[in-house]
């Protein structure tokens, strides 16, 4: 999957969190995550250098549900349980064994979650 339609199927499927994604699918999507982020942060201390999070914390809060989305559809792709996200409250070492987990390889069959994802 390119990266162009990696974030065109985040925002289409924003709240979608019953399918399978693959690993090209929510690494671009993390990228363009981590874009927005550096965009938005540098807009704040550009534009409101006493509240540097006025624009990053929207542009954070409009892409909370999308991200935990992808999350749980990648977990899914290897047939995980949702439970796991959980993992990523821990602070830094859940964030690192969640990365982890979105690492994995997807199961190459139809799983309870559907079929594999085409890339």
């Known amino acids: 999957m390119a ?9 289409r ?3 979608v969190f019953d399918e399978r994604g693959s690993r090209s699918e929510f690494f ?15 807009l704040d201390l ?6 540097p ?3 990053s914390g929207a542009a954070g809060l409009s892409l909370f549900v999308p991200n935990l989305a992808a999350t ?5 792709d290897w047939d995980a349980s ?3 996200v959980l993992l990523g409250l ?24 559907g079929r594999k994802p085409h890339r």
């Open 3 to 11: 990266f162009w339609e990696a974030v065109a199927t985040g925002f």
């Open 13 to 15: 499927k924003y709240a």
């Open 28 to 42: 671009w999507w993390l990228f363009f995550n981590m874009l927005v982020t550096i965009a938005t942060l540098a």
């Open 46 to 51: 550009t534009l409101y250098p006493d509240a």
């Open 53 to 55: 999070t006025v624009i």
């Open 72 to 76: 749980v559809r990648r977990l899914h």
């Open 82 to 84: 949702v439970w796991l």
């Open 90 to 113: 821990i602070p830094v070492l859940g964030w690192v064994a969640v990365l982890a987990l979105c690492l994995m390889p997807g199961s190459k069959n139809t799983n309870r979650y």
